[in-house]
């Protein structure tokens, strides 16, 4: 652990996500206090033995608790750990067993990086252009567990379009100002309704044991249940049929195979 006039130094002045102590009289003065969202999780207070993925990972506060409550970390974000602030937290608290990979959303693949008993998806679909991908990304390094949080238009819809499963997409705000955008803050692609990423999340095989709307966001629990995604959509989706050799003769109708 750092010495803390080093490490009050060291976090002074740094544009922090995570609002969170790194270590007893260090804060680092976020924009967001994630300690709530933490605690709904619910996850066991001994977690050794348990692996957990924390995609979109950021300053890392989700990483580091799982992390000193024994669980085995990997995290991932689109920033390298040392200019994203999770290098530096790392640095200055000493938690250093936590592997951490420099990746987009879109490239995870559970056959690069495993599988994982819980996975988080935390403030994440909404700022990526292919939130199916993604989610699908994500459902696949999952055994079982698969946390989903995430920005909701329940509340801004009119009539019955909040119980929809509706999918809006949000225009980049310094190019096109009259179409407003959230927070000002040009990465966000969407807004989803909760019944939008209830169906999504049953899509790519799991099943939702909770889910809570407060606001603006969304908050999701939901569990493994279609062991083997040629059960789901996800073949079709994203990947090629093989091919199946022509027969010889073309004027044979057993020659042509239509899928």
């Given amino acids: 652990m750092l010495d803390k006039e080093i490490a009050l130094q060291l ?14 009289g260090v804060r680092t003065r976020g924009s967001y206090d994630p300690s709530s969202l933490w605690k709904e999780l619910e996850l066991p207070q001994d977690m050794s033995g348990i692996s957990l993925a924390d995609v979109g990972a950021s300053n890392g506060f989700f990483s580091f608790e799982a992390h000193q409550r024994g669980a085995r970390v990997v995290a991932f974000d689109f920033r390298h ?27 995870i693949s559970h056959e690069q990086y495993g599988k994982f008993d819980v996975v988080l998806a935390l403030g994440l679909l909404y700022h990526v252009s292919d939130p199916y991908l993604a989610l699908a990304n994500c459902a696949g390094l999952s055994n079982d567990r698969l946390f989903l949080e995430s920005y909701c238009i ?6 019955n379009l909040a119980s929809e499963p509706v999918m809006r997409f949000i225009p980049d705000h310094t190019r096109f100002p009259e179409h ?13 309704t909760s019944k939008c990423l209830k169906l999504m999340l049953e899509d790519v095989g799991f099943a939702v044991e909770r889910i809570s709307v407060r ?45």
Wanted: charged fraction near 25%; glycine fraction near 10%; aromatic fraction near 10%.
């Fill in 11 to 24: 976090v002074q002045g740094k544009s922090w996500h995570h609002d969170f102590e790194i270590i007893p």
């Fill in 81 to 107: 750990k040392d200019n994203s602030g999770f290098g530096l937290a790392q640095y200055i608290n000493g938690l250093n067993g936590i592997e951490h990979h420099q990746t987009n959303v879109l490239d």
């Fill in 154 to 159: 329940d509340k801004l819809l009119p009539g």
């Fill in 180 to 192: 407003g955008q959230v927070n000002a803050d040009r990465s966000n692609f969407w807004g989803f």
């Fill in 215 to 259: 606001g603006e966001r969304v908050f999701i629990d939901a569990r493994r249940v279609v062991k083997n995604d040629a059960a789901t959509r996800l073949p079709m989706a994203y990947k090629t049929v093989p091919a199946t050799p022509r027969g010889a003769e073309p004027n044979d109708p057993q020659a042509w195979k239509i899928f």
